[in-house]
């Protein structure tokens, strides 16, 4: 960039002391005068600093210019705080100078935010706001209501304080209100001593912990947590038989043949604390007590139990326990929260960070985590070993009859992993103690046995006393294992005639044993001096014995590909047979593909090739967790998708800040090695062969390719990264990796060149290693995540290569808030980050044609929209009902939106020209015979393209002028999906025995998700036959459900306030009742935004005392004069008169009903059918009850004086909330239809229908049943079905009885940058004496506005008398059901309803109404506490329906007045008879909700203890929290935890019959009610 004047200007700085008002207002960050700097022009970027300090320099952006106020010459006016941040004094001289953006553009910028809810869409829409933006340390930003705080910046491996976020720039969001699930691995090294001396949970709780909650509180974080101990107890049994039945329901066997228990101890659950102490309290009280428990849980006294112990760390359930916490985050947008964002498992291992696992479940828990993109954090108390760390070492069933040498390891790289160090452990090492890294095995402190008698062994004669090893030499046994072997160079032999020995005789001597396992000296050209022996010498073609495995032809031996393909070190190509285990595209990375498992019985080492051909399973190359640097594996999207979240160091790598090597020349090359004559002239030959063979391929691709339009992508590209040369420390090359495009396969795989390629392959592509999530960062023996606690010295200073590697502490370690710097990564699980929007792998363009399934469709929105298009709507309410279509531009954003919401992210890559093409009719397959006919006018069309993955599904979104191409790539070979049944104990909070659940952990086919019918939602807005609530079953949308509950219970206030029992709940009273309901007819006038001019509603009855919100003067209470005169023509009238008088009297302003005044979308003269329901009462002298009230208006509505809003004269009257308006004059004809019906009225407005309140004591009807007794709580879905009096179709499924739907203005302020639509669910029916749902449910939507619209809801809640609280959409969900949380359960309270009757009678007599009497008992208990239905029951028996008179899934359920606690009466008189015994839980979804809750109320009931069980005592309670209150949502009105605690508490008291508290009830209820 040019510019016309001095570079530099030196003014005088002036603090901005304003802060904004009627005279001064906020100009952005800085004010220049124009006249100043004439070519300044706006979004500029201007550096600022003092002459004298050059080190401290701001970077300000230019976003508006001050008015002629600030007209003072060379002054520049900047916001305080910044200033003062930078320390910039004022009134002295600074230089101002312009600057090129790209100079000071960013290359990962944090984004912290708080209390905030942010979907990944949300995270798009905010980076494109601030792209080319300039930010510093701090700056607040805000665009659509989301909030958030620049906290760290990174530039060419510098943490900077300023810069400019550029579209290269990647952004990492943080949030300081997380989801956190902490996981505590209580195993055997739990209680053994570390080398300082400190046990291990000591270290877990009252170190690492400690240091964990202290610095949340430092950062000011309020989490969501879950602290859970989880461990697995062995037992010593032969058979299952050997265990008690009591036991056999959980009890599994592992590979070896060994049984065992899995147990998890829920500590703490979705509690969010400033102060941990008392939890830390907690820990240490369960950690003390822990072992003595498990293992004594089974204990009964005369029963034989086997012998238990608990395991170590390694053998522990690990894999298990992160599939607990994926069941519960993937299902994410359900139960949503407004001001909770990202989610973190944390895993506390005493151990090193080995575990030994099964495969097929470390497939499913890499996918779910990979695919979910949760973060997984290890913490190891252990010492860091001296390998690669986390290791799983996989176990088979086979392993004892297997040939194969070593185990089989994987280094999972989708798990961040750090090594605490304790406060005891830096003291040590500041006074120079040596702390072992290594822990010796227990069998060496176990003091042998002298044998009684040593038997002799005949062995040859040896020069050596160490010659009578049998048939084994290790070094040699190390060296197979690790070696990477050539297909070409015998290792024991040099002769030809080492190709065609057909087998290989096994040694029968000691002689034979040493001679074939003879030591060898190793060299460094080991692994390329084949080449140098095979160019002599010509081979014939040998078949591949595996598809991993390359055996060069004649042809192609001398040849510089056999050199490439033939190296140890590089990749060998081969042609593998599609199949559906082995494919082109498959995604096991950690699989490596160029060899068999060195010195298996299938290696090549030491065997023929004939031998080759022999046919054996596919076997994996051993991983060397000492040296992983050295392994290959391929590049594929998974290892990337993590990477942009991590900054970089200067050399472009990214890396994690808390792993670095200890010793800055670790990874150079000693000085006294030198790369041998023959290293350097094979790799010299490689390279130039590699280089000759892509020339060649560019030149066949171009000439292929000439006439394609489509961009050329880079093979199995990373295109985002750099090509990193090889930097050289004291004259060495250092070793790194690099990316090989030469192969011809699907996908590129990332190797070791080593040594040998540090100077040839300086371009070969992105250095990228098998260890770490990041896969930039090599692993050695000096990588440490526990040393940066010591100050570097001042030499090592000078070595540092990076600023990563800084001595940030000097903090005393004695001190209270001392931490072990980064030794572990505390930004990971202090402000935890969310998967980034962003990747950089994209497989190259062949691959995609070839080894995927491609299905291509277009999008029109234009012509989806037509019928708006073509017809705009031209009144006022015709455009309240018909919005408008989004634009290609809009849909095509939003198409990529919802990908991002479901997990996919933004391919990077390097923006190419789009080539100017012409207009040309023989471009279509249609015009191929015809020549170049070009276009009279072409038309300038918008191009934009974008690529998205997840896993191994990539998407391509292309917007065309007026359509959109989307092409979706899918594996043609699909994994099958991966089950894995695990059986478990778990023990709540507030439980008292550990329960036996089950869970189901499986991969999600992401393959299968119906992209078509999203992207056709999205381009008709929701509309049409693509509503959300016709593709419940195939969208994946977000939902929170509400409660609306009645507040100021004056029972909740004595209970907070000391009283010593719970049940002092009464019921209301009618006068009561009714302000309830004229509180909620404001409510729902609220929502439905409804304006009145007139007077405020009528009082509904004498005793109504609901205060008016009328500004009118006369609703004193006091009536004025002409309300005298008014009153008395009013009592004249009755329901006999004429009907019109009746109309005339309606419309009066006076006394008449209280019309809406006129407003989009409702007609003339429109009323709420709840206040003309009240007018009657009032105003018509024979008009005393609701019922004749309803009457009366149908009579209006059937002479079509009156009619429904919607137009629609076949809907009923119905009492409620429904709107109705006064037909005009001219429409009063029943001759004349109505001109137009609104179908999608009831889309727009909330309508409900109340059950009335009456206050006449005979017993009324309604809806002329005589015969049927009215209930508050219940309904008659044939007389009070809602559908059929409303004229709605029953085959219109957008609505059920229970509940209707209607869609929610988000953004109401216009405050996003895109249109929003949601949708609300909400009761069709209101009771006083229930709860009313409302549920939003939305997939364009930003969170941020959304919550803000539903925090107003509360608000106006509070003014009509009425709390509006988050609430589970399934409060009693079963661990053991699909997509439920494993680790939360409702918990059962026995009702001890035998001490109510004496032994061989019954509670009640009648065995016919015996269930439904027994409910009605236990519903008059809850009532006592508070407790009411969660909705009103839909029943043709009642409000509780005789046993298996109606589905058993309609079981009720309440909740109490405060919302803080669920309550559900589940009838267990008949128990399935699979509670007996679960044998596999393998019948996932074939059993009914309620199946499973007897299930699993008869697996607490047998593990409560020994006592025998019968029928009664079954009977009781489930009870269940309200996990989504927070403080947020809490008032004086719903209590806090103690009041929470304290009511279960007496409820179980009460339950149970401590001090005849039951007993006194049921007498009292016997006086009442009819036994």
């Known amino acids: 960039m040019k510019y016309s004047w001095s570079p530099t200007s030196v003014v005088v700085f002036r603090p901005d002391l304003s802060t904004g008002g009627a005279t001064t207002a906020k100009i952005g960050d800085v004010q220049i005068a124009v006249k100043n700097f004439p070519d300044l022009c706006l979004r500029d970027i201007v550096e600022i600093y003092h002459p004298e300090d050059e080190y401290s320099r701001l970077l300000l952006q230019i976003t508006s210019f001050p008015g002629e106020e600030f007209n003072q010459k060379d002054v520049i006016s900047i916001e305080q705080s910044i200033a003062s941040t930078f320390k910039l004094r004022p009134y002295k001289e600074v230089i101002v100078r312009k600057v090129d953006p790209k100079n000071v553009a960013l290359d990962l910028v944090e984004l912290l935010f708080k209390d905030q809810y942010f979907s990944r869409s949300d995270f798009w829409r905010l980076r494109i706001a601030v792209t080319n933006t300039g930010v510093y340390l701090h700056k607040k930003i805000e665009h659509a209501e989301m909030r958030a705080q620049v906290n760290e910046m990174w530039s060419r491996g510098e943490r900077v304080t300023c810069g400019v976020i550029t579209d290269d720039t990647r952004i990492v969001f943080r949030s300081s209100t997380s989801v956190v699930q902490i996981f505590i691995q209580m195993s055997a090294e739990m209680w053994d001593f570390d080398f300082i001396g400190d046990k291990y949970f000591e270290k877990a709780v009252n170190g690492f912990l400690t240091d964990l909650f202290a610095k949340w509180k430092e950062q000011n974080c309020l989490h969501d947590v879950t602290i859970v101990l989880f461990s697995r107890t062995f037992y010593k049994a032969q058979s299952l038989d050997d265990f008690p039945v009591y036991m056999r329901d959980c009890i599994e066997c592992d590979y070896k043949g060994r049984f065992y228990e899995d147990f998890y101890r829920i500590v703490i659950q979705n509690e969010r604390y400033d102060d941990w102490t008392s939890t830390i309290n907690t820990l240490r009280k369960l950690c003390d007590e822990y072992t003595e428990r498990i293992i004594n849980y089974h204990q009964r006294p005369g029963v034989k139990v086997p012998t238990a112990y608990n395991s170590t760390a390694a053998e522990g359930n690990f894999l298990e326990t992160l599939n607990m916490s994926l069941n519960l985050f993937e299902n994410y947008n359900q139960d949503r929260n407004f001001d909770r964002t990202a989610k973190v498992a944390v895993v506390i291992t005493p151990g090193q960070g080995v575990f030994e696992v099964d495969r097929e479940l470390t497939n499913i828990t890499k996918q779910r985590t990979i695919d979910c993109g949760i973060g997984s954090d290890l913490v190891c108390m252990g010492e860091q070993p001296l390998h690669a760390a986390p290791l799983f070492r996989f176990h088979s069933r086979d392993t004892w009859n297997s040939t194969e040498v070593g185990d089989d390891y994987n280094i999972p790289h989708w798990m961040n992993h750090s090594f605490y160090t304790s406060k005891n452990q830096l003291r040590a090492r500041l006074q120079g103690c040596f702390i072992p890294r290594i822990k010796p095995p227990p069998q060496m402190f176990v003091k042998k046995k002298k044998p009684k008698e040593k038997e002799f062994v005949p062995r040859p004669p040896s020069d050596s006393e160490d010659d009578n090893f049998p048939f084994t030499d290790y070094d040699e046994y190390d060296a197979q294992v690790w070696k990477l072997p050539m297909p070409n160079y015998p290792r024991f032999g040099k002769s030809d005639g080492f190709y065609h020995t057909s087998t290989r005789r096994q040694p029968r001597t000691f002689a034979e044993a040493k001679q074939l396992h003879r030591p060898r000296t190793r060299h460094t050209s080991d692994e390329v001096a084949a080449f140098t022996v095979e160019k002599k010498k010509e081979r014939k073609s040998v078949a591949i014995s595996s598809s991993a495995i390359t055996i060069p032809s004649v042809a192609k031996s001398m040849s510089g590909e056999d050199l490439v393909s033939s190296v140890g070190c590089f990749p060998l190509r081969a042609e593998q047979p599609k199949s559906k285990e082995s494919g082109d595209v498959s995604d096991n990375e950690d699989q490596m593909i160029f060899l068999r498992k060195a010195g298996s019985a299938g290696s090549p080492v030491g065997h023929s090739r004939k031998s080759l051909q022999h046919k054996k399973p596919k076997r994996r190359a051993l991983i060397n967790p000492f040296a992983p640097s050295r392994m290959k594996f391929k590049m594929t999207s998974n290892r990337r998708r993590w990477v942009h979240a991590f900054p970089t160091d200067p050399r472009g790598a990214a890396v994690q800040t808390h792993h670095f090597h200890t010793n800055s020349t670790s990874q150079d090359t000693p000085q006294g090695e030198q790369l041998s004559r023959e290293v350097i002239q094979v790799s010299n030959m490689a390279a130039e062969a590699r280089r000759q063979r892509t020339l060649q391929r560019q030149d066949s691709d171009d000439r292929s390719d000439e006439n ?118 505390w930004k990971s699980l202090t402000i935890p980050a969310s998967l980034p929007i962003t990747t950089d792998y994209l497989p190259e363009k062949k691959s995609l044609e070839k080894d995927y399934s491609v299905s291509l469709y277009t999008l029109i929105p234009d012509d989806v929209n037509s019928d708006y298009l073509c017809n705009p709507p031209s ?116 439980s008292f025995t550990y329960d036996v659940s089950a869970s189901e952990f499986k991969s999600v086919h992401l393959e299968h998700y119906n992209w078509n019918c999203s992207d056709q939602y999205i381009c008709t807005r929701g509309d049409g036959d693509y ?47 009714q302000q309830l309901v004229s509180g909620f007819v404001k409510y729902l006038e609220l929502l439905n935004k409804i304006k009145r001019t007139g007077p405020s509603r009528r009082q509904k009855h004498s005793g109504d005392q609901v205060p008016s919100t009328s500004a009118d003067p006369t609703a004193t209470g006091k009536p004025s004069d002409s309300d005298k005169s008014s009153q008395k023509e009013v009592e004249s009238l009755n329901s006999g008169l004429p009907l019109q008088k009746l109309i005339e009297a309606m419309k009066d302003p006076q006394t008449g009903i209280p019309l809406l005044s006129k407003q989009p979308g409702l007609p003339e003269n429109c009323f709420v059918s709840a206040d003309a329901v009240d007018w009657c009462i009032k105003t018509l002298q024979d008009v005393k009850t609701i019922k004749q009230a309803v009457l009366v208006m149908q009579v209006f509505l059937d002479e079509s004086l009156i009619c429904h809003s919607s137009c629609n004269p076949a809907h009923k009257f119905i009492y409620g909330t429904y709107l109705y308006h006064i037909v005009p004059p001219k429409e009063k004809s029943k001759d004349i239809p109505p001109t137009y019906i609104n179908p999608v009225f009831q889309n727009e407005w909330c309508e409900v229908a109340i059950l009335p309140v009456e206050t006449q004591k005979e017993e009324v009807t309604f809806n002329l049943d005589p015969g049927r007794k009215m209930s508050l709580t219940s309904i008659d879905p044939d007389l009070d079905n809602w559908k059929e009096l409303a004229d709605i179709d029953e085959d219109d499924h957008s609505a059920t009885i229970q509940h209707k739907f209607v869609n929610i203005e988000v953004d109401v302020s216009n405050k996003s940058d895109r249109p ?68 939360r359960g409702p918990i059962f309270v026995p009702l001890e309803v035998g001490s109510l009757f004496d032994e061989g009678q019954y ?146 008291n009460f339950c149970s019959n401590q001090g005849g508290r039951l007993k006194d009830f049921w007498n009292d209820y016997k006086l009442e009610n009819i036994i």
């Open 1316 to 1383: 929003e639509w949601a949708m609300a669910q909400y009761h069709a029916y209101y009771s006083p004496l229930c709860a009313m749902e409302l549920q939003a449910q939305w997939m364009v939507a930003t969170g941020c506005i959304l919550g803000d619209t539903i925090y107003t809801w509360a608000r106006k809640a509070t003014a009509c008398g009425f709390h509006l609280l988050p609430v589970p959409c399934d409060p009693f969900a079963l661990p053991s059901a699909p997509e439920s949380d494993p680790l």
């Open 1403 to 1548: 509670l009640f007599k009648e065995p016919e109404t015996r269930t439904q009497k027994m409910t009605l008992f236990q519903d008059s208990i809850l009532k006592r506490y508070g407790f009411m239905p969660t909705s009103v029951c839909v029943s043709r028996e009642g409000r509780f329906p005789v046993h298996g008179s109606s589905s058993p899934e309609d079981q009720q359920q309440y909740v109490h007045c405060t919302g803080g606690m669920f309550v559900l009466i589940e009838n267990t008189q008949i128990t399935s008879p699979t509670a007996k015994r679960m044998p596999h839980f393998n019948t996932f979804g074939k059993k009914s909700s309620s199946e499973m809750r007897k299930d699993y109320i008869a697996r607490q009931t047998s593990s409560s203890g020994h006592v025998p069980m019968h029928v009664d005592s079954k009977i009781g309670f489930l009870w269940s929290w309200n996990f989504m209150s927070s403080k947020r949502w809490r008032s004086q009105n719903t209590g806090d935890e103690h009041f929470q605690d304290k009511m279960l508490a007496d409820f179980r």
């Open 1027 to 1073: 509503g959300l609530m016709e593709l419940l079953q195939s969208l994946k949308f977000w939902r929170s459900r509400f409660f609306l509950l009645p507040c100021n219970n004056p029972a909740t206030k004595k209970i907070i306030d000391g009283h010593d029992r719970c049940d002092i709940y009464e019921e209301k009273t009618s006068q009561e009742l």
């Open 875 to 990: 009144i006022e309410d015709e455009k309240f009902y018909k919005k408008v279509p989004l634009t290609v531009q809009q849909v095509f954003k939003e198409l990529i939106s919802q990908r991002l919401s479901q997990g996919f992210q933004i391919i990077t890559t390097k923006k190419a020209q789009t080539p100017t093409t012409d207009h040309t009719l023989s471009s279509s397959p249609q015009y191929q015979h015809t020549s170049k006919l070009k276009r009279a006018r072409p038309r300038s069309e918008q191009q934009e393209e974008c690529h998205l993955s997840i896993g191994r599904i990539f998407h391509k979104l292309a917007l065309c002028g007026p359509s959109i191409q989307v092409t979706i790539y899918k594996p043609r070979h699909e994994h099958r999906q991966m089950k894995f049944y695990y059986r478990y104990r778990f023990q709540n909070p507030d």
């Open 708 to 825: 394609n339009s489509d961009r050329q992508l880079p093979v199995g590209s990373v295109d985002s990264l750099r090509s990193i040369s090889p930097i050289h420390h004291h004259g060495n090359s250092e070793r790194h990796l690099q990316v090989s495009s030469a192969g011809s396969g699907s996908t590129a795989y990332l190797f070791d060149f080593g040594k040998i390629m540090s100077q040839q392959s300086r371009n070969d592509g992105s250095k990228s290693y098998l260890w770490g999530p990041t896969g930039e960062q090599e692993w050695s023996p000096d990588m440490t995540t526990g040393t940066d606690w010591r100050p570097l010295e001042s030499e090592e200073s000078l070595r540092a290569e990076s600023c990563l590697i800084k001595p940030i502490l000097h903090a005393d370690i004695h001190s209270q808030n001392f931490c072990a710097g980064i030794s572990v990564d």
